[in-house]
């Protein structure tokens, strides 16, 4: 690397501005002294391999003092690995894709890739993992106990039906929600009058579900569940307005049941559920339907704002688009009906060999509970329970197991093991 003339004089010009000797120079002195007394012109090779050794070369090509880098160098070299001591540049080679392809060679890449999703198998799982959730499980027993006797006492209290979570909190989550219950029937005992009778139901809203279930959102504030408390008379009415529009739907229909879409998962507000309902019958009565009053007993459906065409589910409930036409719909009940019922049989005779295979996990393995997510079917549960069985992992006694799709620890000790876990 050389310092030109050009970068020289731009160098000092700029120190005597910074330095404020006083002196000024015409620009005709500057051109005929390009390199006044007191500078030389200095001329160095960048041949170094890292950067400290190439500023100390540059000081020691300017005579500049280098002791103070003496100490950073030494460091350096010592956090060197010793492999690449002796390799000035070392890189390590990157081939395209096209590469591994025509030469049948492996990439490295992408048997990484392959090796972090590799499943592990259950058994190795579970070795990995059981002490782990033995020592939760062991920490959470005084919670499930506040639990339990929170659970027992304010259902005493109020004479409610039962207390639910639509999610799967842990324990210290839902003691906590049941204290600021607690806390709230201490401070305001008369707002809980108008809740006997009632299912309570922790989740994100407040307010009133499809099924009558009394909904106290996680978020809310005591204020807000008083409030609810208070509206329940009037939540009350809107209920019975919505049986009364099912039974009236039912008759129309060949005796077809009205549901509501929380036995699928979802949670629908009574306001809402009565809407759709109101919507639907408005829409049945201009045009009499020619169906026999008993021709669709002991089926189901659901109504959607948001679907277009009628469906039929895998269990067996008819999914109706409220808008839906009603010459249409009478048609696809029709030639759907025999359908739905052989599916409804199907959907009773799993239940039932589900229920089965659950209590025989628990019994001979010896587990403390075995239970599913919602999102888990009968289809898959059942053969997940009868490998359990053929598996027979002593690992599992005393475990809480819950069929997920994943593997993982929770918080409380619970076991969460995908439904086809690998043997």
């Known amino acids: 690397m050389h310092l030109d003339h050009f970068t020289l004089r731009s160098i000092l010009t700029s120190l005597d501005s910074i330095q404020g000797k006083g002196e000024t120079r015409d620009h005709t002195d500057i051109q005929q002294d390009p390199v006044p ?36 160098k030494s460091s350096a070299e010592t956090a060197k690995r010793p492999s690449e001591a002796g390799i000035p540049f070392y890189r390590p080679i990157k081939w395209d894709k096209t590469y591994y392809t025509f030469t049948g060679y492996r990439d ?49 209290k109020f004479a409610l039906a039962d207390i639910r979570w639509q999610r799967s909190w842990g324990v210290t989550h839902r003691c906590c929600q049941l204290q600021s219950l607690s806390r709230l029937s201490q401070q305001n005992p008369e707002a809980l009058i108008n809740l006997r009778g009632h299912t309570i139901i922790f989740t994100d809203q407040s307010g009133m579900n499809a099924s009558g279930q009394v909904m106290l959102g996680t978020m809310d504030v005591h204020h807000h569940w008083a409030k609810i408390f208070e509206r329940l ?37 009574i306001e809402e559920h009565y809407s759709t309902l109101n919507n639907f019958h408005k829409r049945l009565l201009p045009r009499r339907l020619f169906l026999h009053p008993r021709s669709l007993q002991g089926l189901a459906m659901t109504l959607e704002n948001h679907r ?18 009603p010459p249409e719909l009478q048609t696809f009940l029709q030639s759907h009906a ?53 598996q027979r992992s002593p690992l599992m006694q005393g475990l809480h197991i819950c069929v997920s799709h994943f593997y993982s620890v929770m918080q409380d000790g619970d076991l969460c093991i995908p439904w086809d876990w690998k043997q």
């Open 37 to 72: 007394s007191g500078f030389r012109s200095v001329s160095f090779t960048l041949h170094t391999k890292d950067m400290v050794s190439t500023v100390m070369n540059v000081l020691t090509s300017c005579s500049l003092s280098v002791k103070h880098m003496e100490e950073l």
């Open 108 to 156: 490295p890449e992408q048997e990484l890739e392959q090796a972090k999703r590799v499943e592990p198998t259950l058994s190795t799982w579970l070795r990995k993992n059981e002490p782990t959730a033995t020592k939760k499980h062991r920490a959470s027993l005084p919670r499930r106990e506040e639990l339990k006797r929170l659970k027992k006492e304010l259902g005493q």
């Open 233 to 269: 008379p009037s939540y009350c009415r809107l209920q019975q307005q919505t049986e009364w529009l099912k039974e009236r739907i039912s008759l129309l229909l060949g005796g077809i049941q009205v549901i509501h879409g929380e036995s699928l998962g979802s949670v629908q507000p």
């Open 308 to 325: 277009s065409t009628p469906s039929l589910h895998e269990m067996g409930q008819f999914i109706i688009p409220t808008n839906c036409d």
């Open 338 to 390: 025999l359908e739905a019922r052989k599916r409804i049989k199907r959907k009773h005779q799993l239940r039932s060999e589900e229920e089965a295979a659950v209590k025989d996990c628990v019994q001979s393995l010896s587990l403390r509970d075995l239970s599913k997510e919602p999102s888990i079917t009968s289809s898959q549960m059942i053969p997940c329970c009868k490998r359990l069985l053929e």
